[in-house]
């Protein structure tokens, strides 16, 4: 398994990491702890959760999943063999601190009641869940308004941020500070007030990345280059549309759609896209999703790419993502759709 350095840090992630967030709600907790042992034995180091999980989040289901994991580090004390990464809500989520966006205190309580759950004394990985501000990441690219935010508070928030982040690393209980769900305007912020005040340097940032969705592949990619802060793409299947399984209006049972009652990145859109996706893979002996995660592991920002799966099966399918290189002509073709469908949701 081919080791990646986690930004500027002195960590090597796996070039996948386990996604973890329909474990306590789509998963049981006997399911996600087989999908642990089958990744530890593929090789992964680097497993991924957060305090909202389970998906979708509620008040009976966040932080459930870093229970599942907090149990199984017990059960086996193989907690050493993960770096593990948690999140803190951005905000917004009335069961979440009554809706509070994240700040100096919110970061202490998030972090301590990850802990607990998690059954830890520190996490590797802490990452703001979504920037309080807003961002044009999940479904807000359409209706994204940068000019109505307010730059002065905006930048107070991210630099009490930076300093619950250093004083929870300094006490061992962080290792590193991240973010996810950023824009290339918010990630120079962190990265300046760091370095003006001496405070910790972003590891990451944790956006979604796939074939669909490539918005990482023009500034942000510039930033991650100059400043190495590298991507942990998440999402790489688009919930799991660019397997093909809901093509001409198929809803399998057991499914993500079937279970969350609909998916905001399958629509009249993206479905072109994906048949000719699922074609060209097709075309070239290629299990779709393989491809799809094959191609996010090309992109020369990727450190780690996030698969989560809702089955021992699917997760296996994808870990053969790791055997296959795409060849010349695949990589033309995916060039030729992406050119064709720039943005199709």
Known sequence: MKLKPLGRTDLRVTELCLGTMTWGSQNTEAEGH?????????GLNFMDTAELYAVPGSPQTSGRTEEIIGNWFEATGKRDAWILASKIGGGGTKFLRDGGRADGKSLRQAVEGSLRRLKTDRIELYQIHWASRGSYNFDNG????PHTQDTADSVSNILELLHAFDDLIKEGKIGHAAVSN???????QWLKLAEQHNLP??????????LIRRQFDLDLAELSHHENVGLLAYSPLASG????????????????AEYQKGLWRLNEFSTPAVRDYVALAGQHGLDPAQMAIAFCLTRPFMTSVIVGATSVAQLHNDLGALDITLSPEVLAGITAIHRRYPRPN
């Open 34 to 42: 087989a999908q642990i042992d089958l990744a530890l034995e593929a």
């Open 142 to 145: 359409w209706t994204y308004a």
């Open 241 to 256: 549309i660019l397997t093909g399984k809901y093509l001409d209006g198929t809803i399998p049972p057991g499914s993500r």
């Open 201 to 210: 340097r972003l590891a990451s940032v944790q956006n979604e990345y796939n």
């Open 182 to 188: 950023e824009t290339t305007w918010g990630i120079a």
